[in-house]
Nanobody
Framework: QVQLVESGGGLVQAGGSLRLSCAAS???????MAWFRQAPGKEREFVAAILWSGISTYYADSLKGRFTISRDNAKNTVTLQMNSLKLEDTAVYYCAVDSIGSSGSYLSPLRYDYWGQGTQVTVSS
C-alpha cells in the first residue's frame, strides 16, 4: 500500500504562484508519480508526471512553461511548482502513483493505483 499526502494548495491571485507537494509513504514500487486536477463539472485531467527516478518529466501541452514537476528521491516527495496562474487553473489537484505492473498511458488516470486526498487551488481575479 502507498499513502499520498498533498499540501500547498490555497487561494492566489491570477498571475501568482503556488507550490504543491506530495509525500509518499508505504511500499512505493512505482514508475510514475503524477499530478492531475479536476475542476467542478469536468473530468479529471493530466497535469504533469515524472519518472520515479526523476530523470524524465512530462506535461500537459497547455501547461508547459508555467508548471514544473520535480522529485526529491531522498524524501520520497514530488512537487508541482505553478507559476503565472490563471483563473482556469482553479481545481482540486491530486497526486497519483502507479505500480510497476500498471498499464496504459501515463496521461490517463486509469493507470494510477494510488491517489492523494486532493488539495484545492483557487485562482482569483
Amino acid at each position: 500500500q502507498v499513502q499520498l499526502v498533498e499540501s500547498g494548495g490555497g487561494l492566489v491571485q491570477a498571475g501568482g504562484s503556488l507550490r504543491l507537494s506530495c509525500a509518499a509513504s508505504g511500499r512505493t514500487y512505482s514508475r510514475f508519480m503524477a499530478w492531475f486536477r479536476q475542476a467542478p463539472g469536468k473530468e479529471r485531467e493530466f497535469v504533469a508526471a515524472i519518472l520515479w527516478s526523476g530523470i524524465s518529466t512530462y506535461y500537459a501541452d497547455s501547461l508547459k512553461g508555467r508548471f514544473t514537476i520535480s522529485r526529491d528521491n531522498a524524501k520520497n516527495t514530488v512537487t508541482l511548482q505553478m507559476n503565472s496562474l490563471k483563473l482556469e487553473d482553479t481545481a482540486v489537484y491530486y497526486c497519483a502513483v502507479d505500480s510497476i505492473g500498471s498499464s496504459g498511458s501515463y496521461l490517463s488516470p486509469l493507470r494510477y493505483d494510488y491517489w492523494g486526498q486532493g488539495t484545492q487551488v483557487t485562482v482569483s481575479s
